[in-house]
C-alpha cells in the first residue's frame, strides 16, 4: 500500500468509477480526512451497483489514497501517502525538461535501429530510406516512474552514442557532443489514454488518461534530429503558465509571461 502503483480493478464500470474517484482525491475535491460519500450514495451518483463501488474503493484503499475507519467510512488519506509531483512551467518548458532530464534518473526499456514510422519520416524530413535509432526511456522522480518517453534518432547522429550512453546520459547532452547545434522546436501537447506496455511500465490502469507531448527538434540547418513522444503521469507531473492580462479597452487579453525563458536558456 501507498506505493504509488495504481491498481485498477478489473471490470469496465468499476475501473471508470476507481478513476473517477481518483482523480477527485487526487484533484482535492475530497480533503484529506474526508470520508467519501457513502456506498449507497456512489452506487446512485454513478450509476452502478455497491459491488462495483466496493471494487473501486478497495483499488483505491490499495493504491493507499482511502482508508476505512470503524464508524467513519472511507476516508482519504494524508498526502504523505502520495508521491512528489513534477511541475513543469509552459513558459520555460524546454529548459526545464532539460534540468529534468539531469535530475532524474532514466531506465532504457528499449534501443534498435530501422526504418521511422511515417508519422515520424514525415515531421523530420527524412529521405526515403533512412533509417533511425529509436529508444524507449522510462524516468523516474524519487523511484516512481512518471514519465514514459520515445525518442527517434536519424542513424547518422545516434551513431555517435551507445545504448549505455543513452541509459545514462540526457539525450539533449548526447546531441552537443555528436555536434549537434540545436536551432528549433515544436511542440504540441495533448491527452491519450495508456496502452497496455505503457500502461505496466508507468503503473497505472490501462486507458488511463496521460499528458502526451510531442517535440519536433531540428538544427540551425532545418533538419530534423529527434522525434519525442513523452507520456506523464497526470499525477504526478502537471504544466502549469502564468498569464498577464494586457491591452487596453476592447484589445485586453491575456498574454503568457515569457519573461524569465532568456535568463534560463542563459544558465543552460
Known sequence: M????????????ARRVYLLLRDEILGGVHPVGQALPGELRLADNHGVSRVTIRRA???????????RRAGSGTVVRAPGARPTQ?????????PQLRRMGEETTARLLSFAYGA???????????????????AVRLRLA???????????VPEEIAEGYSEA??????????LERRGVVV????QTVSAMLATPDVADALEVAVGAALISLTRVVFDAHGHGVEHLSALYRPDRFRLEMTLNRVGSQEDRHWEPVLADV?????AE
Open 2 to 13: 501507498g506505493n504509488g502503483a495504481q491498481q485498477a480493478p478489473d471490470g469496465s464500470k
Open 57 to 67: 474503493l478497495d483499488a483505491l484503499v490499495t493504491d493507499g489514497l482511502v482508508e
Open 86 to 94: 513534477i511541475i513543469g512551467d509552459f513558459a520555460t518548458l524546454m
Open 116 to 134: 521511422p514510422p511515417a508519422h515520424v519520416a514525415e515531421a523530420l524530413n527524412l529521405p526515403e530510406g533512412a533509417r533511425i535509432q529509436r
Open 142 to 152: 524519487e523511484g516512481l516512474p512518471f514519465s514514459h518517453l520515445t525518442t527517434h
Open 165 to 174: 550512453d543513452l541509459a545514462t546520459t540526457p539525450l539533449f547532452r548526447l
Open 183 to 186: 536551432d528549433h522546436a515544436r
Open 262 to 266: 532568456a535568463v534560463e536558456r542563459a
